[in-house]
């Protein structure tokens, strides 16, 4: 989207957006129940951006991608079938008044959750499904191996971003020095550390992930495990429909569940005949659960059959062995290092 | 040596100028004309997976040929995809035919409306399949539709706005002249955002209207505006007397304006009516901003694909030269009905 943008137009982009959200903000947003219209439709209407691995529509118009997995495993949750989705694709600039405005049901396009949109905004986040940060890419051949070895390094940032403040204030902590050099393109962006200009580019992980993918030797680089800024991207939905969110909430949690107890797509149907009372309580083999809680017994069965647990949605999109190559880091259970954690289905 | 040579010699290389103009031409041919080239013809890979592309180097059209539906329709589904194209075909032809003088009548007006009725109707999947949302619209219909529609929605409202700036009745004048200054005065893209932002918020509760509707209506607005001056244009350069004449006649108002005073207008402005068309045809590619996909925006995520990762290069290649033969189209059409018009016995 970078290249289309110049800095005149962003900056009435931005004026535009702020205006808008001011206004909405002053509105009272619109009552009734999210679910209640969701069940009218017959469809769930979901906000989603366009990155690769994260959302982006394959070559028969598609929508695939890590987010996007999660949206059709909401659509199983409500109606038992993954296609009883809508994914609209938002720009950053708009898609936070457009959620406010009703637009969607829910938005799964890798809004940060934060304390501002929490209260200001009227936001009530799900659980964190990404688990993001400002990452920095480095040459390899350079044999650094975190942050501070920097010292006096030229680094790039992208225009426009947070991304500027966090690496000043993280080198000033530091009490190390570098310099940095302003970028607006995203093309312009990677080429500099293509080209030797910089010595390494911050920037979110994830999109530093997908940079790299697209330098002329991506494996000369290196992402940094070190994170400089907390990014944790979460499903954002509206204040006022509490069963909405708690239907968010576990299906989700859901899919974290599956992966702490090791069930996959595959093995799934092997865990049928489990003795295991955790076991049973989840898959729906033992139904009292479902009933008491009003949703189909076998909702975190049919997820699992349908998108996998988190571990599968992971690694299908944007994974080691895809093209994004992304590193699990904190996106793993916490029985393994990782910050996921479910609460338990009882 | 011919006639014809010593010519060309003294074209190219006469006098200092004409050196240092051939130099600067020889420049660009060198550093800019022969890489694309090799690029994009020479190096080319035209067939197979983006990882033959990418062992090939070179332009990989491969990526186009396997995204041309997804840039070309956008997520309209597959199944019903004639529907789209069919579509695409009647705005063409509406196009088409208001920009050849011989079908200039009154029945153009029924003509035009209802292919477009008809193109929209299609898209929606009416009669008799099941209905295709307009957010599963996509690619090049909808910059042809919202291009069109914008045009021609736009038209009879700037010709309102145009006699209304002239009215003699202060509070009419009043009215357009807001109406005018405050839309060109803001740019398009903050009056997307209040079309699809805040105009559902003033909505009553449980009322809704499309997001393509709204962003249609709001291209129309901001085009009107903008039209309208044109018209104003056209209308100060017929001379009073046309009008008075119309009046000493015995005709009303609207058969003056009508008959007399609007044909010469609108004639006298044509060049800059088709100028603006060129401008609204590219400015619909703003509509990526509220999250629609036009062409250039299928085309953008058409690269977004883990399959087919950062082809971005190709897509805005393809997509440039799709634009440009639209432009330079309707640019040498523009070209031709001016001397079309001016040419003596035009009606």
Avoid at chain 1, 165 to 170: P, R
Avoid at chain 1, 308 to 315: A, Q
Avoid at chain 2, 86 to 100: E, F, K, N, T
Avoid at chain 2, 174 to 187: D, K, N, Q, T, W
Wanted: aromatic residues 12%; hydrophobic residues 50%; proline residues 5%.
């Amino acid at each position: 989207m970078k290249p289309l943008s110049s800095a005149r137009m962003r900056h009435w982009l931005g004026a535009s957006a702020i205006l808008v959200a001011a206004i909405a903000t002053a509105l009272p947003a619109q009552a009734g129940s999210v679910l209640d219209a969701i069940n009218q439709r017959g469809k769930i209407k979901v906000g989603v951006g366009t990155s690769p691995g994260f959302f982006a529509p394959d070559s028969n118009g598609k929508w695939q991608g890590f987010f996007v997995d999660f949206g059709r495993a909401l659509a199983v949750t409500v109606f038992n079938d993954p296609a009883k989705v809508d994914f609209t694709s938002s720009s950053p600039q708009q898609r936070l008044p457009a959620l406010q405005a009703g637009e969607f049901d829910i938005l799964l396009s890798g809004v940060t959750e934060t304390i501002t949109r929490a209260f200001k905004l009227g936001f009530h986040f799900g659980p964190v499904i990404f688990f993001d940060g400002q990452g920095l890419l480095v040459k390899k051949s350079l044999g650094v191996t975190k942050g501070a070895d920097l010292d006096g390094a030229t680094i790039a940032i992208q225009a426009g971003t947070t991304g500027e403040l966090n690496i000043a204030d993280f080198f000033r902590k530091s009490g190390k020095t570098f310099k940095s050099v302003v970028i607006e393109d995203s093309r312009e962006f990677r080429n500099a550390l293509d080209s030797g200009r910089v010595d390494a580019l911050t920037q979110d992980s994830s999109d530093l992930a997908i940079q790299r993918t697209q330098l002329a030797r991506p494996d000369d680089y290196v992402l940094l495990p070190e994170r400089l800024s907390k990014e944790p991207l979460a499903p954002a939905i509206r204040w006022g429909d509490d069963r909405w969110l708690e239907i968010v909430n576990w299906t989700v949690y859901a899919t974290i569940e599956a992966e702490e107890l090791g069930i996959t797509r595959a093995n799934i149907d092997s865990f049928l005949d489990t003795s295991d009372p955790v076991v049973k309580r989840f898959l729906g083999i033992d139904k009292s659960l479902g009933e008491a809680i009003g949703l189909d017994p076998k909702f975190a069965y049919n997820i699992i059959k349908a998108v996998g647990n988190y571990g599968e949605i992971f690694e299908r999109n944007v994974g080691k062995n895809t093209k994004i190559g992304f590193d699990r880091g904190l996106n793993q259970p916490w029985s393994s290092g990782g910050l996921l954690y479910s609460p338990p289905f009882r | 040596m011919t006639a014809t040579a010593l010519d060309w010699r003294k074209g190219l290389f006469g006098n200092k100028t004409n050196i240092a103009i051939t130099a600067g031409y020889a420049a660009f041919v060198w550093w800019l004309v022969v890489p694309f080239l090799q690029w994009a013809v020479v190096d080319a890979t035209l067939h197979g997976t983006s990882e033959t592309c990418s062992r090939d180097g070179g332009a990989c059209w491969a990526f186009i040929v396997a995204k041309a539906n997804f840039i070309t329709f956008g997520f309209y589904p597959a199944d019903v995809r004639w529907r789209a194209a069919v579509a695409c075909v009647l705005l063409l032809a509406v196009a088409v035919a208001i920009c050849v003088p011989r079908f200039w009548s009154r029945w153009l007006a029924a003509f035009g409306l209802g292919g477009l009725v008809i193109a929209v109707l299609l898209l929606l999947g009416v009669p008799p399949g099941q209905i295709v949302t307009t957010e599963q619209w996509g690619g090049l219909p909808v910059t042809l539709l919202l291009s069109v529609v914008g045009l021609a929605g736009a038209f009879p409202l700037a010709v309102m706005l145009a006699l209304a700036r002239q009215s003699r009745r202060g509070g009419i004048r009043m009215l357009s002249v807001v109406f005018i200054e405050v839309v060109r005065g803001v740019p398009f893209i903050s009056i997307l955002y209040m079309a699809t932002l805040l105009f559902p918020l003033m909505l009553p509760h449980g009322a809704s209207i499309d997001k393509f509707l709204r962003a249609q209506v709001a291209l129309i607005l901001f085009v009107s505006a903008y039209m309208a001056e044109i018209v104003r244009a056209g209308l100060s350069s017929v001379p009073r007397g046309q009008t008075e004449a119309g009046e000493a006649l015995g005709l009303s108002y609207f058969n003056t304006m009508q008959l007399i005073v609007m044909p010469q207008a609108l004639r006298a402005v044509i060049p800059s009516l088709v100028n603006l068309a060129i401008g609204v045809f590219q400015d619909t590619t703003l509509v990526l901003v509220i999250g629609m996909f036009d062409f250039l925006n299928t085309a953008r995520a058409a690269a977004t694909d883990p399959q087919w990762l950062g082809y971005y290069d190709e897509s805005f290649a393809f997509v440039a030269a799709v634009y440009f033969v639209c432009c330079f189209a309707l640019s040498r059409y523009s070209l031709w009905l001016e001397r079309y018009l001016g040419r003596p016995g035009a009606r």
